[in-house]
Each structure stands twice: as C-alpha cells, then as structure tokens.
C-alpha cells in the first residue's frame, strides 16, 4: 500500500535540517521527531563547545577525529566509534583535537531550539 507522502515523513535528505553554528568553529545539523533530535556535528580544529548543562538525555557517538570530553569531572580523549552518555543535568563540554572532528549526537526529549 502506498501512503501519500510517505518518503517524506520517512526520510531525511542531506539537505534538510535546521543549521547553526553553536560556539566559534562549531556547527550544527538537527532534526527532530516526535521525541528527539537527532544532529551531525562538526568541529574545526581546536574548537570547543563550552561547558553548560541541559534537561535533555545526551548520547552520541564520534564519526571522524577526535574529541576530549568532560563530562562531570572526568576527560577522556574519544576516538571514531566511540561513545557517549550525558543524563540530563549533568555539565560537560568538547573539544576538538589535532584536527577537524565529526559526531552524531542524539537528545532526547527535542532540542526545540536547535529545529
């Protein structure tokens, strides 16, 4: 059965989603569902999203470079593959390093104002 519309709903083009930049060399792609936000984020050499704190359940993981988490007060220096978990409240911030970065980060409930 084909549903009117149905790729639409379905499918995110490359294209698509809401663009920012976050803090100086950090930029975002976000799109959200019902529930959550999904985003692709992209970090020039060096840059750094300062430390703050959301209501918003974090996970992510790291696509390309590499990236030094802290995350309470522990850092750890995260490699491509690896992954996150930030429960709601808890401050953290990033930091590009050596070289560009790449994440996909998931938020739950929506980052309203990232859409």
Same mark, same amino acid.
């Given at each position: 059965?084909?549903? +009117?519309?149905?790729? *639409? *709903?379905?499918?995110?083009? @490359?294209?698509?989603?809401?663009?920012?930049?976050?803090? +100086?060399?950090?930029?975002?792609?976000?799109?959200?569902?019902? *529930?959550?936000?999904? *985003?692709?984020?992209?970090?020039? #050499?060096?840059?750094?999203?300062? @430390? $703050?704190?959301? +209501?918003?359940?974090?996970?992510?993981?790291? /696509?390309?470079?590499?990236?030094?988490?802290?995350?309470?007060?522990? /850092? @750890?220096?995260?490699? #491509?593959?690896?992954?996150?978990?930030?429960?709601?409240?808890?401050? $953290?911030?990033?930091?590009?390093?050596?070289? #560009?970065?790449?994440?996909?980060?998931?938020?739950? +409930?929506?980052?309203?104002?990232?859409?």
């Amino acid at each position: 059965m084909n549903e +009117p519309n149905a790729a *639409s *709903s379905y499918f995110v083009d @490359k294209d698509s989603g809401a663009r920012r930049e976050l803090f +100086p060399g950090v930029s975002i792609r976000a799109f959200g569902g019902e *529930s959550m936000t999904v *985003s692709v984020v992209t970090f020039e #050499p060096e840059s750094r999203v300062e @430390k $703050h704190s959301h +209501p918003h359940e974090q996970m992510g993981v790291l /696509v390309s470079g590499r990236l030094e988490f802290q995350i309470g007060k522990i /850092v @750890k220096t995260l490699e #491509p593959g690896d992954g996150w978990r930030i429960p709601g409240g808890v401050e $953290h911030s990033v930091t590009a390093v050596g070289g #560009p970065a790449v994440a996909f980060d998931v938020f739950h +409930p929506n980052r309203q104002e990232y859409l």
